[in-house]
């Protein structure tokens, strides 16, 4: 299996995933993100987050961003949100520019962010009501979006009789409620267990291909990314740049069988050797304090 892997290389696409990259890259672009920064104050002097990004996502194109602890990746999605401003740079969404919160974009946290007090179906209300629509209009819609997220079972429960995978599905349909060109993602899955993580990313997929959305995803995960993601954006760390753009090669539509495939395989080699290069193995290491016998090793 090692030798060959070290044969495999993914940027090598089988006929059927470049046609799908060329019909990709035909369509307009929804987002631009043009010499993006980002520096904080601090009391030891300015700390870049960010350096210089630049990238723009297609419509109904699916891009994780992915990066190690601390390459900025938060911060690139509140810029992106309008949660927060750039020092340098702009976003743009269809060719406008961003200046703060818009209901252009809908954003997904990892916390359960819903309304303790409404029911589901109040949740996805809540937006279209505030938009100005009618509550026989937004109650109509709200059904239609629980629907999607396969939930109208218990669009009257409150988010404390919800299991967290469900609650993640409710703001998923409550951001969707608003009919956003874009769906930003923030670690949305990471405080879910392993099971129902891949259920979500199933369900997330399922809710993509049926409706006209484009997502940005961030994760931490690189069997997620590669699963998700049309393609990946790696970052380097502090500063936070771009350090690669990754076209997955692995086919649509995906599955959980496609993790041990050479093209996933590949791919995931990749994102390891830009994340985690050998040369800095060695920072990772911690002091030795042994505190046990000698002798009594365990490898």
């Known amino acids: 299996m090692i030798a060959t892997l070290s044969d495999l290389d993914y940027r090598r696409q089988a ?42 996502v297609h419509r109904r194109e699916f891009l994780c961003v ?28 269809d060719g406008l520019p961003v200046s703060g919160p818009g209901r252009d974009r809908g954003m997904v946290f990892q916390g359960y962010t819903l309304f303790p007090w409404l029911t589901v179906k109040q949740n996805v209300m809540f937006g279209p009501q505030m938009a100005g629509k009618s509550g026989s209009i937004s109650e109509g819609e709200a059904r239609q979006w629980i629907a999607l997220v396969g939930l109208d079972k218990f669009e009257n429960n409150y988010p404390h009789q919800l299991s967290g995978g469900m609650k993640q599905r409710v703001a998923i349909a409550r951001a969707l409620a608003n009919e956003p ?101 060695t920072q990772h290491q911690l002091p030795v304090l042994r505190m046990t016998r000698a002798g009594d090793d365990v490898e």
Not at 72 to 86: M, N, Y
Not at 182 to 193: H, K, Q, S
Not at 214 to 220: G, K, P, Q, S, V
Not at 245 to 271: C, D, G, H
């Open 15 to 56: 006929p059927v995933v470049q046609e799908r990259f060329d019909r990709l890259k035909q369509r307009p672009h929804v987002l631009d993100v043009v010499g993006l920064s980002k520096s904080f104050d601090a009391a030891h002097g300015p700390v870049v987050a960010l350096e210089n990004i630049n990238f723009s």
């Open 66 to 93: 992915i990066g190690q602890s601390g390459c900025g990746k938060s911060t690139l999605i509140r810029i992106l949100a309008g949660l927060e401003t750039p020092s340098h740079g702009q976003v743009l969404v």
């Open 181 to 281: 060109r874009i769906l930003l993602m923030d670690e949305p899955f990471g405080a879910l267990d392993a099971q129902t993580r891949a259920q979500m990313q199933n369900y997330l997929l399922q809710i993509w291909k049926n409706i006209d959305i484009t997502i940005l995803f961030i994760t931490h995960d690189l069997d997620e990314a590669i699963f998700l993601a049309d393609r990946i954006l790696v970052l380097d760390a502090r500063p936070g740049r771009v350090k690669e753009v990754i076209e997955v090669p692995v086919p649509r539509p995906r599955s959980m069988e496609q993790f041990v495939e050479p093209e996933f395989l590949a791919t995931k080699q990749r994102m390891q050797e830009l994340i985690h290069p050998r040369s800095d193995s």
